[in-house]
């Protein structure tokens, strides 16, 4: 079953004769930029949960009139936001004051992916006219569901993640219903970490509403809905043009996997095609096809990819972080048409579990750089899927009354390389961030004994791969389940022209004791107890260019940096390294006897993944 065109509202077309000039636009651009910035930084500062305040699990976005977004972060996983509101509470019926809410993924046709994602969405007035709207998203710590963090490898269906929010009023003309804040509340196993992330959400949509309003107010409702159409018509034509640049005429494909969806199935493959062909009126059309992927995994690894989504990471990254365009639905309007299979795991059938959806998120951007790389180029190498790691349990048993704890920690990875700069180390998602040793030694049982990169977990290439991360944690707790999330250990990320594949994840108990045992990298309920040691590896991204064409200096520099061990740097990039110097003879003799490369590389050279 092909699903049907996006419902997401076209862009309005600017007027030929625009009612905003080029300085204005500027402006306007300016002010709806920080405006959601400031949005964000309330959010940051007032949260209670350390998803949000201290990993940054959130953004807004601030849409116009139809809403069509204008402005949002840099997440290339946001699709039509608004429509699952308007379907319910058709535009024409809302007032100042009033504020939806949902996290029902399967209802929102995967604009949210995972229920922990709470949406907030308010409309903007000036006087009776709806000029506007803004929206602040966050992951909460925890809404019910099978166990403590709602998420979990065990998960086999939506059901067991928590409770599910429709599209909701939550504040009718500034009247707030506190009857289904209650019931939310009442869900969580942490309710005071819930309300006081709702309290933060609600504030930054407030604040939100009132900046959009103060810019409509000086400058006019239909200058301001000209400009936002400029806006967006900039970034589609960008984005368009782009594509034509990337992909000639013709269909390209390409496919990346998921090792597992932890109960033993896997793995499961996406397959990915773009066509690029002439339409009836002569003009050019961009097809995005993702039904060839596999059919949808019984465990929680499923994405509900939303229609607008392949727009929005593409668009993401042809922008290229250009500071004069805006982050907007010009990416998704660019794409004339997605076809998603039903029953696939990118379009699960209704109640898959989607709690996991990280992983596959991951294999989806890869997929996309993949994409990139088949037409003319220029995408990076592929990335690990960031790690999480859940603890749950209890400590202070010696006082007589234990108290529980719930420690979420994602945990970064290795970036893929790019054909003009390695691959990033040790980041987590975006603008979201690793958490510091003093603030999780502060708020949990736990120690860090061991915190860094790990090396030879970036990809060997002419750029090297990112690197991964070590955390080595003491438990401190009186007794702690531990669930855990790592891909891409069977499967790692591929390399690129030469480059080759990234390092694996990996997970051990008591390292190095006669209690040493390994644990499966997409599992949960491992038991752990006081005095136990944790460690966790997580794993690089891939190489671009051959290994023996990075310099023989910057291969040093990552052997003396920890990057790069020195028996990886004679094995892989041909460099003979002896008291912290290069044998530089040595060295030309490997070099001299330069082994084949292919396209792509995953463990084993290969021309192509499909």
């Known amino acids: 079953m092909m699903t049907p065109q996006s419902s997401a509202m076209p862009a309005l077309v600017p007027d030929d004769a625009p009612l905003c000039d080029p300085v ?12 959601q910035r400031e949005m964000e930084a309330l959010i940051e500062r007032t949260a209670i949960s350390a998803f949000i305040r201290e990993k940054k699990d959130f953004y807004t976005a601030l849409f116009d009139e139809r809403g069509v977004m204008a402005v949002g972060s840099m997440v290339p996983i946001f699709g039509d936001l608004t429509s699952p509101v308007f379907e319910h509470f058709p535009r024409e019926t809302m007032k100042p004051g009033d504020l939806y809410w949902y996290n029902d993924c399967y209802g929102s046709k ?24 803004v929206m602040s998203w966050a992951h909460f710590a925890d809404i019910g569901g099978l166990h403590p963090g709602s998420i979990s490898p065990d998960a086999t269906s939506i059901y067991q993640e928590g409770i599910i929010v429709p599209p909701t009023k939550l504040v009718d003309r500034g009247t707030v219903n506190e009857a289904a804040l209650a019931i939310f509340h009442r869900n969580s196993r942490f309710p005071a970490q819930s309300e006081g992330d709702m309290s933060a959400l609600m504030a930054s949509v407030k604040l939100g509403v009132t900046r959009v309003a103060e810019i409509v107010a000086r400058h006019g409702a239909d200058t301001v809905s000209d400009a936002l159409a400029q806006l967006l018509e900039r970034t589609r ?13 013709g269909t390209y494909k390409f496919a990346d996997q998921i090792d597992s969806d932890g109960h033993g199935n896997g793995p499961f493959t996406l397959r990915f095609a773009i066509t690029r062909e002439k339409g009836a009126d002569g003009e050019d059309r961009f097809i995005f096809d993702a039904t060839e992927s596999d059919d949808q995994a019984p465990g929680p690894v499923n994405l509900i990819m939303n229609k607008g989504v ?3 990471a593409l668009g993401l990254y042809f922008l290229g972080g250009d500071p004069s365009q805006v982050v907007n639905a010009g990416g998704p309007l660019a794409i ?19 709690g996991m959806r990280g992983l596959t998120v991951m294999r989806m951007l890869a997929v996309l750089n993949g994409l990139v790389n088949r037409g003319k180029g220029g995408a990076p190498a592929a990335h690990s899927a960031y790690v999480v790691t859940i603890m749950r349990g209890t400590f202070g048993k010696e006082t007589g009354t234990p108290k529980p704890f719930l420690l979420a920690d994602g945990i970064g990875v290795g970036y893929g390389a790019r054909d003009f700069a390695d691959g990033i180390d040790a980041v987590y998602f975006v603008a979201q961030e690793n958490y510091p040793v003093e603030f999780l030694e502060a708020g949990y049982p736990i120690r860090l004994m061991q915190y860094g990169v790990v090396p ?3 990809g060997p290439g002419r750029w090297r791969g990112g690197t991964g991360i070590i955390r080595e944690y003491e438990i401190l707790a009186d007794e702690a389940l531990l669930a855990i999330r790592i891909d891409g250990v069977k499967n790692p990320p591929w390399g690129y022209a030469g480059g080759m594949s990234g390092g694996g994840g990996h997970i051990v108990v008591n390292p190095g004791t006669p209690q040493e045992r390994v644990i499966p990298p997409l599992s949960d309920g ?16 891939g ?6 064409d990075r310099p023989a200096e910057k291969v040093l520099e990552d052997v003396l940096g920890g990057f790069v061990s020195a028996d990886a740097a004679q094995r892989f990039y041909g460099v003979v390294i002896a008291n912290d110097a290069i044998d530089a003879d040595a060295t030309a003799r490997l070099r001299a006897d330069r082994p084949a490369t292919k396209a792509f590389h995953r463990n084993t050279y290969v021309d192509e993944l499909a």
């Open 336 to 354: 004339d048409e997605v076809r998603l299979r039903e029953g696939s795991i990118v379009n699960p059938r209704f109640p898959a579990p989607l």
């Open 237 to 249: 034509t960008l984005v368009r043009r782009r594509l034509a640049e990337t992909f000639d005429y």
């Open 526 to 541: 491992t038991a752990l107890k006081k005095g136990d040691i944790l460690r966790i590896r997580t794993g690089g991204g």
């Open 543 to 548: 190489g671009m260019g051959h290994p023996f």
């Open 310 to 312: 392949p727009g929005m």
């Open 456 to 458: 030879d977990s970036g």
């Open 24 to 35: 204005t636009l500027e402006i306007i651009r300016g002010a709806i930029m920080a405006t």
């Open 110 to 133: 995967g604009a949210v992916t995972h229920s922990n994602d709470q949406v907030l969405l308010a409309p903007v007035f000036h006087g009776e006219r709806l000029c506007a709207f």
